[in-house]
């Protein structure tokens, strides 16, 4: 187990760019969650899914951003016509649920700089 | 809801002093409660939780926080302050769905030689 996967760990972009990071869970967790944590701030959570199903998504995100688990595996997160204002670092976790759902596993981040 | 406050966005303590950082919640359903750790550009790793049972949790690399109902508080505590414990510090509340959770501003601890 090589823990939760993200890629890429850091993307530079022009403003009105799309971009697309990944998150490669923990195998075996079927629940999935993105946050976003700008600088000196706290991470906030974004939207979570259980398999294949998103389930939950903050006001935070807006309609330019989508994400995705097709599978029930790895999932996506695309922002559409990027803002300076999405800078931040984009975080994603995993878990278990029931006896398994007490902690979540962060991967690295990806770190966004829209310019 | 649930809210976490973080006192003290900056603590300075000296190697081998008594590390203390303060985290006060609220929440609507039984809290789950978490101490995170990061460093700069890296992501949270987990120093310890509060699910159920006992108030006084132990963490990794000597740290624990108890949990004070009446309080509504989660302390962290270090008895002995390490260089390498200088990171961000993040205080978090959940419900049951430990994965969804809110988190405090981080309190960044400076270790002084």
């Known amino acids: 187990d090589t823990g939760v996967s993200q890629d890429p760990r850091h993307k530079i972009t022009k403003r009105g760019q799309n971009v697309t990071f990944r998150c490669d869970p923990i195998s075996e967790h079927n629940r999935l969650y993105w946050y976003r944590q700008t600088l000196g701030q706290g991470p906030e959570f974004l939207t979570y899914f259980q398999n294949e199903a998103q389930l939950e998504k903050s006001r935070l995100l807006s309609d330019r951003f989508s994400a995705e688990r097709p599978k029930g595996s790895f999932s996506t997160l695309e922002i559409q016509r990027t803002e300076q204002g999405d800078s931040a670092m984009y975080l994603c976790?995993?878990?278990?649920?029931?006896?398994?759902?007490?902690?979540?596993?962060f991967g690295q981040g990806t770190r966004l700089t829209v310019v | 809801a649930q809210s976490v406050t973080q006192l003290g966005s900056h603590v300075s303590v000296s190697e081998g002093a008594l590390v203390l950082l303060r985290c006060n919640y609220s929440?609507?359903?039984?809290?789950?409660l978490f101490w995170y750790v990061q460093y700069p550009n890296q992501g949270l790793q987990l120093l310890l939780k509060y699910t159920t049972g006992a108030t006084l949790v132990k963490g990794i690399n000597g740290f624990e926080a108890e949990f004070k109902k009446s309080e509504t508080s989660f302390h962290l505590t270090k008895p002995s302050a390490h260089m390498s414990d200088a990171a961000e510090y993040f205080c978090?509340?959940?419900?049951?769905?430990?994965?969804?959770?809110?988190f405090g501003d981080g309190t960044t601890l400076t270790v002084k030689p």
């Open positions: 978090a509340v959940s419900g049951t769905n430990a994965g969804k959770s809110t």
């Open positions: 929440s609507s359903v039984p809290p789950y």
């Open positions: 976790a995993s878990s278990g649920t029931g006896p398994r759902g007490t902690e979540a596993f």
